[in-house]
């Protein structure tokens, strides 16, 4: 029995001794694998989450630079200061004062009110055509 056993016959044998030792190996290798592609999808997910708000940035960017330059171009177009002058100021101050006096003037013209007067209408007539 022992010429039947060749070199090739136990290079066979020792061979498919491997094969399951190889399988067990890839098989260790599978569930890492599918972590890594779940993590892996999860990353592209947020990635392109990440490129959609850059994306509304962008275009909320544009929209407030063309307000604040259509705001400059007004300003631009009218003369307008895009601060308070001097003059401004002299204005308010000149408002307050005017203000201040038509305010003492009227409790200047007020009368006071001492006796307190009943504004209650009395009549002797009846309302009731039949009592």
């Avoid at 491997?18 to 779940?38: A, R, T």
């Avoid at 002299?90 to 007067?117: A, C, F």
Wanted: hydrophobic content about 30%.
């Amino acid at each position: 029995m022992s010429d039947f056993v060749t070199a090739h016959s136990k290079e066979s044998l020792s061979s498919s001794n491997q094969i399951p030792e190889q399988l067990s190996s890839i098989q260790q290798l599978v569930d890492p694998l599918q972590v890594l592609c779940e993590r892996l999808d999860e990353f592209r997910e947020r990635v392109d989450q990440l490129s959609q708000t850059r994306k509304n940035l962008v275009s909320f960017n544009e929209a407030f630079s063309s307000l604040l330059y259509g705001l400059k171009t007004n300003a631009f177009c009218v003369d307008f200061e895009n601060t308070p002058i001097p003059e401004s100021f002299e204005l308010q101050d000149e408002k307050d004062r005017l203000l201040q006096k038509h305010e003492q003037q009227e409790s200047l013209n007020e009368k006071p009110d001492l006796v307190m007067e009943d504004d209650t209408f009395a009549t002797n007539d009846s309302f009731v055509e039949r009592p």
